[in-house]
Structure formats: C-alpha cells, structure tokens
C-alpha cells in the first residue's frame, strides 16, 4: 500500500518536471491557470489543467472518502477570491515556489513559501481556537 500524500508528491513532481523539460516552463498553477485565461499559449494550459483534474479523480477513487466540512458556498467563494489575490500578490503560488521554486533554488520562492506555509498554520490556528474549525 502506498501513502497518498507520497504518491501525489511524486505525481506533481513529475508533472512538474516533464513541463519544465518539454516546453521550459514552470508549473505554477495560477499563472498556467492566467494563460489559459488569456489563452496566450495555446492548448497546453487546457491540457495541463485537464491532466490534473484526471490525475485528482484517478487518486480520489482509490483512496477512502475523505471527511465533508460542511461551509456556505459565499464564503468559499470569498475564500477563493482571497486565495487568486494573493496568488497575485505573491507572484505564484505554492505550487509555483514550492514545488518548482525551491527546486530551482530560488530564494525569493524560499521566502514565499514559508511565508505561505506559516500564514497557513496561524489561520488555522486562530480558526480552531476561535472554534470556526473543529479541534
């Protein structure tokens, strides 16, 4: 039996190395998400998405179902309004410095990670101690 967290890793890694080796570029979502958008770099954006949304499914089926939290949809709609800010505001996102960043050895994605990483535990922190998330 495989660990899911270890075989996603190893999935995203790859993904992301095949991208960098292939076309040369890096695999941050929110910005291969913005070319889409834009459609500024043809179908591979679309195919990108569409692999990791199958690869996503692929993982699902196998697994047990994960527990449900139960939240308006306003609010995550919100929440996902502050998540593309501050993909901007950063310049890329987790995926982006974490994954492909580090491994280029960028400080800049260093620092936003850890930036991201630690904003991440202090809001869900003061959410379980608030009791807006269960303990």
């Not at 505001?89 to 982006?96: A, E, F, Q």
């Amino acid at each position: 039996m495989y660990s899911s967290a270890l075989f996603g890793g190893v999935l995203i890694g790859l993904a992301a190395g095949w991208l960098y080796l292939s076309l040369g570029r890096i695999a941050g979502i929110s910005g291969i998400v913005g070319q889409l958008v834009r459609n500024s770099s043809g179908l591979w954006p679309l195919g990108f998405v569409i692999g990791l949304g199958i690869g996503g499914l692929a993982v699902m089926a196998e697994l047990e179902p994960s527990p449900r939290m139960e939240i308006d949809h306003g609010v995550l709609v919100l929440a996902g309004l502050i998540v593309g800010f501050g993909t901007r505001l950063g310049s890329g996102c987790t995926s982006g410095h974490g994954v492909c960043g580090i491994a280029r050895f960028s400080k800049r994605s260093v620092i936003a990670t850890c930036v991201f990483v630690g904003t991440g535990m202090l809001t869900a922190t003061l959410l379980r101690a608030t009791g807006v998330l269960p303990s």
